[in-house]
T-cell receptor, first 115, second 113 residues
Framework: KQEVTQIPAALSVPEGENLVLNCSFTDSAIYNLQWFRQDPGKGLTSLLLIQSSQREQTSGRLNASLDKSSGRSTLYIAASQPGDSATYLCAFANAGGTSYGKLTFGQGTILTVHP | NAGVTQTPKFRVLKTGQSMTLLCAQDMNHEYMYWYRQDPGMGLRLIHYSVGEGTTAKGEVPDGYNVSRLKKQNFLLGLESAAPSQTSVYFC????????????FGPGTRLLVL
């Protein structure tokens, strides 16, 4: 069974800092990895999706990497802003024809960027 | 496009009462999912559907039933609510394309007293 762990559980940084969020997983038979953002009281918004054959994806100030051999993914946020404050969740879709895109989520990292 | 919508936004139930949560999507997605989110537990899959008229159990299905009579709607039912079902419920949908992401609704906050 896939288990996903996110470290740290919470992170507080000053504006402008570069930061890294970590996600580890136990089963390397994944189809893809996704990073989501969740604002308080809201649903999830997809940030980046990395296929298992890829090593990284970039979108603006965000860069996500995937290392299946070590069972790790990182989300790098450059030049953080107060608007980046949210909970960030990683999730994995397992490989296999009957997976139907079901996702296994980590517990999330609560990020606070203060001015 | 409204995307994925959920009804109601918030509900308070007494133990033993029943209710139905409605999820609707206007993106013509084949796959739909119900998750629950609890503090420190992340999101866990309750049930999912890969097409109209089909449903399957996820990780935590006990105490819930689902139906997908129309492609655009996915209903989650609680027949006899328990305090352990106090949670935030999220619906999501996706195409059959395995390289696509899931699109989430805004959630339903349920409190069972």
């Amino acid at each position: 069974k896939q288990e996903v762990t996110q470290i740290p559980a919470a992170l507080s940084v000053p504006e402008g800092e570069n930061l890294v969020l970590n996600c580890s997983f136990t089963d390397s038979a994944i189809y893809n990895l996704q990073w989501f953002r969740q604002d308080p009281g809201k649903g999830l918004t997809s940030l980046l999706l990395i296929q298992s054959s890829q090593r990284e994806q970039t979108s603006g100030r965000l860069n996500a990497s995937l290392d299946k051999s070590s069972g790790r993914s990182t989300l790098y946020i450059a030049a953080s802003q107060p608007g980046d404050s949210a909970t960030y969740l990683c999730a994995f879709a397992n490989a296999g024809g009957t997976s139907y895109g079901k996702l296994t989520f980590g517990q999330g990292t609560i990020l606070t960027v203060h001015p | 496009n409204a995307g994925v919508t959920q009804t109601p936004k918030f509900r308070v139930l007494k133990t033993g009462q029943s209710m139905t949560l409605l999820c609707a999507q206007d993106m013509n997605h084949e796959y739909m999912y119900w998750y629950r989110q609890d503090p420190g537990m992340g999101l866990r899959l309750i049930h999912y559907s890969v097409g109209e008229g089909t449903t399957a159990k996820g990780e935590v299905p006990d105490g819930y039933n689902v139906s997908r009579l129309k492609k655009q709607n996915f209903l989650l039912g609680l027949e006899s609510a328990a305090p352990s079902q106090t949670s935030v419920y999220f619906c999501a949908s996706r195409t059959r394309d395995r390289e696509e992401t899931q699109y989430f609704g805004p959630g339903t906050r349920l409190l069972v007293l």
